[in-house]
């Protein structure tokens, strides 16, 4: 068995943003065409109360299948603000694993940067990510870097160019956190993005050298978007991550 065929970042239905295909049964049947040997679902976490009851629920419906993958069932928690994330601690202590979204400035529960330029996006960027990097719960800060949301407020908008505008210091300081407190950086999906994917480079390559691990993770909505990030393996040869590098759920 391979750590590299492993996909910790699928939402189910219970994601208000997944579609309806995407059943904990229907799920199951794509972890086993994709050949996946360890695969994990993660939905969101919404402020609702319901996340544990969530959980639960996916855990008897994959109680009543089988399927070759060891499936985990996680969660993903956005990070709201410096400071403040939006689960329980009761809840983080529940799912198997838990991954911290950095950053969804595209839900309106988590406040846009001050201003719109490259400059103050890049800077609520790296709070956000110092601020999740200082979180020993987290087990996978997932997308990072990768600034959704901010189309609102300006046309155009490439967060690659405010990737760019952040020193390697910054970078540096947050993956030697993340080392610190067991953090796993995603790998994910969305690296079908050229310009974020290259734009990333220079931090995959500073975690790297921090000795971060890696968790892959296609964030998939659809049955369609499941294995995605299956289609990166030249990127991550590229950074010279190897099996000892990928992070798994352990137990
Ligand atoms: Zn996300
Ligand atoms: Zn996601």
Not at 4 to 13: G, M, P, R, Y
Not at 225 to 234: D, E, F, L, N, T
Request: hydrophobic residues 45%; aromatic residues 10%; charged residues 25%.
């Amino acid at each position: 068995m391979s750590l590299f065929q492993s996909d910790l970042h699928n939402h189910s239905a219970q994601s208000r943003c997944s579609r309806p295909e995407m059943t904990v049964e229907a799920m199951v049947c794509r972890f086993d065409e994709l050949g996946l040997r360890i695969a994990g679902i993660s939905d969101h976490v919404y402020p609702d109360g319901k996340a544990i009851e969530r959980y639960r629920q996916t855990k008897r419906e994959l109680a009543d299948l089988s399927c070759t993958a060891r499936i985990w069932v996680g969660a993903e928690v956005d990070v709201l603000w410096p400071g403040r994330f939006d689960a329980t601690m009761e809840e983080i202590g529940t799912f198997d694993y838990v991954l911290f979204a950095c950053t969804h400035y595209q839900n309106r529960t988590v406040p846009a940067p001050i201003a719109s330029s490259d400059e103050a996006i890049a800077q609520n960027a790296v709070d956000m990510m110092t601020y999740a990097a200082s979180l020993p719960f987290a087990d996978v800060i997932v997308h990072p870097f990768h600034i959704t949301g901010m189309e609102r407020y300006r046309d155009g908008f490439s967060a690659a160019a405010a990737i760019q505008l952040i020193p390697d210091e910054s970078f540096t300081r947050i993956a030697r956190d993340m080392a610190k407190n067991r953090i796993a950086i995603e790998l994910n999906g969305v690296l079908e993005e050229a310009d974020y994917a290259q734009a990333m480079i220079r931090f995959y390559r500073i975690c790297k050298i921090e000795g971060v691990k890696f968790s892959l993770g296609s964030d998939a909505h659809w049955l369609a978007g499941m294995g995605s990030i299956m289609h990166h393996q030249a990127y991550v040869e590229a950074l010279g991550v190897t099996e000892t590098d990928i992070w798994v759920p352990e137990g």
